[in-house]
Nanobody, 128 residues
Framework: QVQLVESGGGLVQAGGSLRLSCAAS????????MGWFRQAPAKEREFVAA????????YYADSVKGRFTISRDNTNNTVFLQMNSLKPEDTAVYYC?????????????????????WGKGTLVTVSS
């Protein structure tokens, strides 16, 4: 069993930065592919970024490529999302997810109910 708790959301002006964290509890965190997803008001949940268990493979949605950076610290069971050059369209609830035996690119296309675990989300609001 793995529990995921996101933090770091808040209100920021366009062009600003935020760093989200996802703290995991439970065994075997380091063997899961971890991903970030987001859901804006009245929109479907969408993939943002994913990182393999070793950190050696990373995949981003085109909409955040070059602005967001995903990383992980397996010693402290935490995955991060550094978000720079934020835009109003980045406003959403950001969720952390864990998937077993999935490549990072695969997290962008597999059904959401295939993910093994989800956090409850953290709200990011970008003002113009």
């Amino acid at each position: 069993q793995v529990q995921l708790v996101e933090s770091g959301g808040g209100l920021v002006q366009a062009g600003g930065s935020l760093r989200l964290s996802c703290a995991a509890s439970g065994r075997s965190f380091s063997r899961y592919t971890m991903g970030w997803f987001r859901q804006a008001p009245a929109k479907e949940r969408e993939f943002v970024a994913a990182i393999s268990w070793s950190g050696g493979s990373i995949y981003y949605a085109d909409s955040v490529k070059g602005r967001f950076t995903i990383s992980r610290d397996n010693t402290n069971n935490t995955v991060f999302l550094q978000m720079n050059s934020l835009k109003p369209e980045d406003t959403a609830v950001y969720y952390c997810a864990a998937a077993w035996d999935v490549y990072p690119q695969g997290m962008a296309s597999i059904p959401f109910n295939v993910m093994d675990y989800w956090g409850k989300g953290t709200l990011v609001t970008v003002s113009s």
